[in-house]
């Protein structure tokens, strides 16, 4: 047997198993909706067993979200509930929602936010159509010479091979985008009208503007787009509580030159993937109120002038809010 040969046994091989796995699922779910049906993995163009993007799985609530369906009818989410093609997720102005995706791609979406989930059949490839606030995705990287990840947005189509990058739509009709790690090609020619599921045209190297690590674009629908460098990551200086029914948590950030804004997260992993809440302010303080006793991740940003959220800085702190005396 020839080693090329024996390399399509092995990936086929453990397709199989995968496979095999799923005809127990795939029996007992013959009658389920289209739609929660496993899909098989698939050899992709470097000779891999890959699994499926979608159907996404969510896997951390914080607050109150709901799923939306092909038609638009939303249910309350929950966790460990799918979402897949032509199907939505909406959070409240009090909600974080983490999806993990079949292929090991994770997105986050903060408070206010809506997206809409699509398959590319012909590349295997998710796309997310961001309907409202912003979505964090931690994409992996492969080697592939086309898009393995993209999100679309009113101005734009944002094609990714492996990074961790930020995207939001603002009041004006602008989208903006913070690549941190990796980098991401933007298009706004006419890919973004294309239909949700239908394989993107090849884009002419005119016609995109890469966006490398540590910087960020303000996306138009006119005019020249340029990248610029994000802020750094703020410094925590310390931080203050206060005793009573209701304790303040107050972290107090050094001033950043150039920073119109800041925010600050709180989460229970290193991740980010599970957060519990998150504050901005027009001041390098920032307070948060009602988290119980726990060992938190915090992560700090700071936004420029052009709306761009910079860099993010994080710290591990055990906040134990004083109780109350009793009188």
């Known amino acids: 047997m020839t080693p090329i040969s024996s390399l399509h046994c092995r990936h086929l091989g453990t397709c199989l198993l995968l496979l095999a796995g799923l005809v127990g699922p795939l029996t007992l779910s013959a009658t389920a909706a289209p739609s929660s049906a496993k ?8 000779q ?58 994770r997105i986050v979406l903060p408070s206010s936010s809506q997206v809409t989930l699509s398959l590319n059949d012909e590349l295997k490839v998710p796309q997310v159509l961001l309907q409202q606030g912003q979505v964090e995705s931690y994409v992996i990287k492969r080697a592939s010479d086309y ?36 980098q991401v090609a933007v298009d706004r020619e006419e890919r973004a009208k294309k239909p949700l599921g239908k394989p993107l045209p090849v884009a002419r190297a005119d016609d995109e503007v890469q966006v490398l690590a540590r910087q960020g674009l303000r996306i138009q629908k006119e005019g020249t787009l340029t990248p610029s460098d994000l802020l750094p990551a703020p410094r925590l200086l310390g931080q203050a509580g206060q005793t009573g029914s209701t304790p303040v948590w107050k972290l107090i950030m050094k001033p950043l030159e150039g920073a119109t804004r800041y925010r600050a997260q709180v989460a229970t992993d290193t991740g980010f993937m599970n957060i519990k809440q998150e504050q901005f302010s027009d001041t390098p303080e920032i307070n948060f109120s009602g988290l119980k006793a726990f060992y938190y991740h915090v992560r700090l940003s700071a936004f420029d002038q052009q709306g761009l959220e910079g860099e993010t800085g994080v710290y591990d702190i055990f906040y134990y809010p004083s109780p109350s005396r009793v009188q």
């Not at 899909?39 to 470097?46: A, E, T």
């Not at 369906?69 to 093609?85: C, I, N, S, Y």
């Not at 032509?86 to 993990?100: H, M, N, R, W």
Request: aromatic content about 4%; charged content about 25%; proline content about 5%.
């Open 39 to 46: 899909r098989l993995p698939y050899i992709d163009d470097q």
């Open 48 to 105: 891999q067993c890959r699994g499926q993007p979608l159907p996404a799985t969510v896997e951390h609530l914080t607050g109150e979200a709901w799923k939306l369906d092909r038609k638009g009818q939303q249910v309350a989410l929950e966790e460990g509930m799918t979402v897949d093609e032509q199907e939505g997720v909406k959070t409240s102005p009090t909600a974080f929602v983490s999806l993990s995706l079949g292929d090991g791609s």
């Open 147 to 182: 898009d393995r990840f993209q999100i679309i947005t009113p101005v734009g189509v944002l094609g990714v091979r492996g990074t961790h990058f930020r995207v939001r739509n603002d009041a004006t009709g602008h989208s903006l985008l913070e690549v941190l790690n990796g």
